[in-house]
DNA sequence: CACTAGATGTGAAAAAGTTAACAAGAGGTG
DNA sequence: CACCTCTTGTTAACTTTTTCACATCTAGTG
């Protein structure tokens, strides 16, 4: 560990979920350990990268040898608390809003929506998966009932200010939020956003203005 | 301009398609004028980073007033290149390619899916918005003739990288890739990640570990 | 068991990105 | 038209992140 007490980077922190999901997948192809060079070439940060970062959480390797899969994932297990389930709450059950909710959070059972909500009253009553849609007249006594405390936000964006505060009272401290514009939180509660525009227009802004392979994200 | 020549940081050009996006809603909103202070608050991004940002692509406001609405729009979308139209394909029409194929780029009629693909002879046939999903088998030919160099990738994991080839001998060169895994492209093809499940587990790290009012991403 | 090849973990340097702070200049008012 | 207020654009400091390079150590071999 580099040093005790230091705090993880917020740049290394951002890349535990893919280390995890890589290193999921390395387990379930039989592979028993790996080279942080080998594990470079696979999910394309330099080795250098993952050596620094995997020596935030102790010395995990061994010098000559490499890492020990099933140890690295019961690390990285650990440090994203896979052992509690997620309890998870999907709010706009549209053409997105079902995608998500059928959206297999693939070797990550430990994350599930447990419920989901919609004012369309074609909509509610309907099944996604296991779970019946609900009115979201019903979502704050459920999301209580339920100690859910993660909400996927998939209703346009006029509305997502507002059901974002009530996801908020009803106790929700974590908001994957599809729609476009930020919104307003205490500090107390994150927000994570995915706009697929901007998305797609960084790409080909990328695209059409470096010729070079120069990575846009990690 | 800060330097003729000097190109643009990489953390501001991932910037621009958000400033486009609400610029744009400013001035739907009738704001003609805008100081990085105001705007500031309204993206959740320092004013100081707002000005350094602009300043990139030369004197952009004035002393003591700020900056034109609709002439920031003007410099934007000329950056980002919004007059030519980007022909985009969808290979995959599951759950969340259909969702994505009806999804709206709102504010930017510039990209249009043009055309859609899938194994799944249950989905060949079936429309989408006004386009009709083909078979993979038409894929080359297809993208070929539409002038197709965008490809939203939303199939299996596993069929991601045969997929890409694919679309890459066919002509595309920038790729948005919903499936977890990387993929290998030649240096002229750009692609970007959606990873849902990282995101969220990235989010809910942060809501576990960070109690203060930490940003994760910008 | 000694030796070689090869990998880790990290100190130090470089690169990238952010923020503070302010000089210069424009806007608007009386 | 002079003055006060306010905002930009940028210089410089600072922080964060990446990368290099290598001392140190282990695995595996003969």
Redesign the interface.
């Known amino acids: 560990m580099e040093k005790k007490g230091c705090p993880?980077p917020?740049a290394t922190?951002?890349r535990?979920?893919?280390y995890?999901?890589y290193l999921k997948?390395l387990e379930e192809s039989g592979v028993e350990r790996i080279k942080s060079k080998d594990f470079s070439k696979?999910?394309?940060i330099p080795s250098a990268t993952i050596r620094r970062d995997f020596s935030h959480f102790g010395e995990l390797g061994r010098s000559g040898y490499g890492y020990d899969v099933s140890f690295l994932i019961e690390v990285f297990s650990h440090?994203?608390?896979t052992e509690v389930e997620?309890r998870?709450a999907l709010v706009g059950v549209?053409?997105?809003g079902?995608?998500?909710g059928?959206?297999n959070?693939?070797?990550?059972d430990h994350?599930n929506i447990v419920c989901a909500f919609d004012t369309d009253s074609e909509v509610v009553g309907e099944k996604i998966k296991d779970i019946v849609v609900e009115d979201m007249s019903c979502l704050e006594e459920r999301i209580k009932k339920e100690g859910v405390?993660?909400a996927?936000l998939t209703v346009p964006?006029k509305y997502s200010q507002t059901v974002a505060d009530k996801v908020i009272a009803a106790g929700v401290?974590?908001?994957?939020n599809f729609a476009?514009?930020?919104i307003r939180v205490p500090?107390?509660?994150?927000?994570?956003?995915?706009?697929?525009?901007?998305?797609?227009?960084?790409?080909?802004?990328?695209?059409?203005?470096?010729?070079?392979?120069?990575q846009?994200?990690f």
């Open positions: 993880i917020n922190a951002r535990i979920p893919m995890y999901r997948t696979m999910i394309q440090i994203l608390n997620k998870i549209g053409n997105l079902k995608a998500l059928r959206y959070f693939k070797n990550n994350l405390t993660t996927i964006s401290t974590a908001i994957l476009p514009g930020r500090d107390n509660v994150k927000v994570q956003y995915i706009d697929l525009t901007t998305e797609l227009q960084t790409l080909i802004y990328f695209d059409e203005n470096f010729t070079s392979s120069k846009i994200n």
